[in-house]
């Protein structure tokens, strides 16, 4: 009887395995194409795994898969397939949870950066983004529209504690710098006063953008309710006094800080701080 040579049944093989990849692949290709159209399987993104492999669709490609190439692989009923994909789709678990509260971050701070490009409108631009960061922590809303809604809301009095603590924050800085050039007891009588002063002017104003955000009050009395949080919850304060400072020292050690802080670096912060907001201002209504 006739032998083929090992040759040429080495090239059978081989044009009968690619043969087999290519209509494999095109398989997959279309398995993956009905898949993201939905026109074979009806599902939504929640619950995607389960949906989808109810029907054994997966299993029975994965067998056909190794079945082209001559394997028998038979995988048994409850092999945790759909349980698996229902982990990895599902909208609620941790790591999608995670990205999307990345990128609403991220893109708060971005539209805090660019309504802060008037200067003038820092301070609305500064209530609005811990308005929304506070919103975010909450699940209340969508991030654009909480954040113009409350530029819009607060433009006019957030603009005048932007102006005041400017106007203060400029005289302190003066006294400090004019009375470091000088060595008279009454240059370093001035430069101490700035430095105790120092130090209600920043626990205000961690505060006073957020009374803002949240509360409707005249402007003096975010003023006064702000120093009062401040001292009240002074171990909130000084917490988030060390989040701000360090930040700093970070934007002034590491380049790498400035591209993150211009990046997402305010949104982060802000984020990070409304969750002490949400915390305070939630056992003080509950008061």
């Given at each position: 009887?006739?032998?083929?040579?090992?040759?040429?049944?080495?090239?059978?093989?081989?044009?009968?395995?690619?043969?087999?990849?290519?209509?494999?692949?095109?398989?997959?290709?279309?398995?993956?194409?009905?898949?993201?159209?939905?026109?074979?399987?009806a599902?939504?993104?929640?619950?995607f795994?389960?949906?989808?492999?109810?029907?054994?669709?997966?299993?029975?490609?994965?067998?056909?898969?190794?079945?082209?190439?001559?394997?028998?692989v038979?995988?048994?009923?409850?092999?945790?397939?759909?349980?698996l994909l229902?982990?990895?789709?599902?909208?609620?678990?941790?790591?999608f949870?995670?990205?999307?509260?990345?990128?609403?971050?991220w893109?708060?701070?971005?539209?805090?950066?660019?309504c802060?490009?008037?200067?003038?409108?820092?301070?609305?631009?500064?209530?609005?983004?811990?308005?929304?960061?506070?919103?975010?922590?909450?699940?209340?809303?969508?991030?654009?529209?909480?954040?113009?809604?409350s530029?819009?809301?607060?433009?006019?009095?957030?603009?005048?504690?932007?102006?005041i603590?400017?106007?203060?924050?400029?005289?302190?800085?003066?006294?400090?710098?004019l009375?470091?050039?000088?060595?008279?007891?009454?240059?370093?009588?001035?430069r101490?006063?700035?430095i105790?002063?120092?130090i209600?002017?920043?626990?205000?104003?961690?505060?006073?953008f957020?009374?803002?955000?949240k509360?409707v009050?005249?402007?003096?009395?975010?003023?006064?309710?702000?120093?009062?949080?401040?001292?009240?919850?002074f171990?909130?304060?000084?917490?988030m006094?060390?989040?701000?400072?360090?930040?700093?020292?970070?934007?002034?050690?590491?380049?790498?800080?400035?591209?993150?802080?211009?990046?997402?670096?305010v949104?982060?912060?802000?984020?990070?701080l409304?969750l002490?907001?949400?915390?305070?201002?939630?056992?003080?209504l509950?008061?």
């Amino acid at each position: 009887m006739w032998k083929e040579s090992p040759q040429a049944v080495s090239k059978v093989n081989t044009k009968r395995n690619s043969r087999a990849v290519k209509n494999t692949a095109q398989e997959f290709l279309s398995f993956v194409w009905q898949i993201w159209t939905g026109s074979k399987f009806a599902v939504g993104w929640r619950g995607f795994g389960a949906n989808l492999d109810r029907g054994g669709q997966i299993r029975s490609w994965l067998e056909g898969f190794w079945g082209k190439f001559g394997y028998g692989v038979k995988f048994a009923d409850g092999w945790g397939g759909d349980r698996l994909l229902d982990r990895i789709f599902d909208a609620d678990n941790v790591v999608f949870r995670f990205l999307g509260t990345v990128g609403y971050v991220w893109w708060l701070h971005i539209l805090w950066l660019l309504c802060s490009l008037p200067v003038i409108t820092v301070g609305a631009s500064t209530t609005a983004l811990i308005y929304s960061c506070m919103k975010l922590h909450n699940g209340e809303g969508y991030a654009t529209r909480n954040f113009f809604h409350s530029f819009r809301e607060n433009l006019v009095q957030s603009t005048i504690l932007f102006v005041i603590f400017l106007a203060a924050g400029g005289l302190l800085l003066m006294d400090l710098v004019l009375s470091g050039q000088t060595a008279s007891w009454l240059g370093q009588f001035v430069r101490y006063g700035a430095i105790v002063l120092l130090i209600p002017y920043t626990m205000m104003l961690l505060y006073a953008f957020a009374v803002q955000a949240k509360f409707v009050n005249p402007v003096a009395k975010t003023l006064r309710y702000s120093f009062g949080m401040a001292v009240k919850y002074f171990k909130y304060t000084f917490q988030m006094a060390c989040v701000v400072a360090i930040t700093l020292f970070l934007n002034m050690t590491i380049v790498l800080a400035n591209f993150i802080t211009l990046s997402a670096g305010v949104g982060i912060v802000v984020y990070i701080l409304s969750l002490y907001y949400n915390k305070i201002f939630s056992e003080i209504l509950e008061r």
